[in-house]
T-cell receptor
Framework: NAGVTQTPKFRILKIGQSMTLQCTQD?????MYWYRQDPGMGLKLIYY???????DKGEVPNGYNVSRSTTEDFPLRLELAAPSQTSVYFC????????????FGDGTRLSIL | AQKITQTQPGMFVQEKEAVTLDCTYD???????LFWYKQPSSGEMIFLIY??????QNATEGRYSLNFQKARKSANLVISASQLGDSAMYFC????????????FGSGTRLQVQP
């Protein structure tokens, strides 16, 4: 199994550009999450989804949008990129039971210049 | 609101010795889970160990054990017989038993194992 796959692994954007970070999981997990990790910090929740068609905001949703049209895919959209969005982005998934660990993708390193 | 505190920005340990990484948490939810993740320099997040709030015994997974003191709201990670490959960032995280089930992370501890 591939687990959680994120693309791209690296990207440089100019201020004001837009892009979509892709996330796909093949474990049939219903819960999916997007986190960002700023240098020297822990991860912070951007958005999450409890199933296809259902999404909700996390701690730091401003400047981002998500959609969940299938169980497998949970893309994160950046509109009008800003330098403050320079970060490493992680997608994760699980079945949602409280004792189940989240499975993480390898991350996308994004720089906004 | 949930909060996770890791007070040790960096730790050093000699190879083959044990090390304890501290984590305290704050929540009003009686049902919660505590997780430890390892992040090596390559950047991926690796799940290490889990402790549930209602678990009677401390969790163990190989060389990893969790010193869970519920009354003190602490969930310290103990790594026994440290290896050079244990050098990494370690994150404590918590998830409530209800609601969005997302993780709240601490700021992490960078562990360096010295030969």
């Amino acid at each position: 199994n591939a687990g959680v796959t994120q693309t791209p692994k690296f990207r440089i954007l100019k201020i004001g550009q837009s892009m979509t970070l892709q996330c796909t999981q093949d474990m049939n997990h219903n819960y999916m999450y997007w986190y960002r990790q700023d240098p020297g910090m822990g991860l912070k929740l951007i958005y999450y989804s409890v199933g296809a068609g259902i999404t909700d905001k996390g701690e730091v949703p401003n400047g981002y949008n998500v959609s969940r049209s299938t169980t497998e895919d949970f893309p994160l959209r950046l509109e009008l990129a800003a330098p403050s969005q320079t970060s490493v982005y992680f997608c994760a998934s699980n079945f949602g039971q409280s004792n189940q660990p989240q499975h993480f993708g390898d991350g996308t390193r994004l720089s906004i210049l | 609101a949930q909060k996770i505190t890791q007070t040790q920005p960096g730790m050093f340990v000699q190879e083959k010795e044990a090390v304890t990484l501290d984590c305290t948490y704050d929540t009003s939810d009686p049902s919660y889970g505590l997780f430890w993740y390892k992040q090596p320099s390559s950047g991926e997040m690796i799940f290490l160990i889990y402790q549930g709030s209602y678990d009677q015994q401390n969790a163990t997974e190989g060389r990893y054990s969790l010193n869970f003191q519920k009354a003190r709201k602490s969930a310290n990670l103990v790594i026994s017989a440290s290896q050079l490959g244990d050098s990494a960032m370690y994150f404590c995280a918590m998830r409530e038993g209800t609601g969005r089930r997302a993780l709240t992370f601490g700021s992490g501890t960078r562990l360096q194992v010295q030969p």
